[in-house]
């Protein structure tokens, strides 16, 4: 996600059908061996074809992937990524589409969240700061955000080594299972 803001391409609708698990062999640190790679480019926007700081709008017209930005008909760029990253996430957590609503906040704001609790044996404050942050984020904060919860992520599985052997194992299956199918 970061190197497409870096490269200043929206994905425009990111789905599980549009991520394949990769394995890199020049990569180095925990993660050197696994990858998400991105496949389809079918909504994509190139940034670079427009003036800077262009923002949207209107929706992608695909149920379930519509940003918060786009239900409430307010411009958007980079949030119809992130959300789609968090309906990504939503999937693998809870085997279902994500739904999200609206709280208010104890300052009179409102934040979006999932309508899915989280359960309790999960790293709950892991996961709430990562669907907080990515449903509510601004335009201009999103490169830090994203670099901030990926060593989040990062630094809580290299807290303990069964963490990183436990997804590698679980990696593992995974590729056997779709490549058995």
Known sequence: MNLLLCLLILAG???????????FHDRS???RDQGLCLVDWGRGIDLHLFPDNTEFEGDCRTSGFCCVEMQEKKP???????????????????????EVEKKASPDGSFIY????????????????????????MSTGSDKKVLQELRKSFQDY???????????????ARQKASLCSA
């Open 13 to 23: 609708v990111l789905g599980l059908d549009d991520l394949t698990l990769h394995e």
């Open 113 to 136: 969240l999932p309508k899915s609790s989280f359960r309790r044996y999960w790293n709950v404050e892991l996961w709430k700061n990562l669907f907080s942050k990515l449903l509510n």
């Open 157 to 171: 599985m290299c807290s303990n080594t069964q963490h990183i052997k436990k997804l590698k194992e679980l990696l």
């Open 29 to 31: 640190g925990p993660w």
């Open 76 to 98: 958007w760029t980079f949030q119809v990524d992130t959300y789609g990253l968090c309906v990504v996430v939503h999937m693998m957590l809870h085997s279902s589409y994500m």
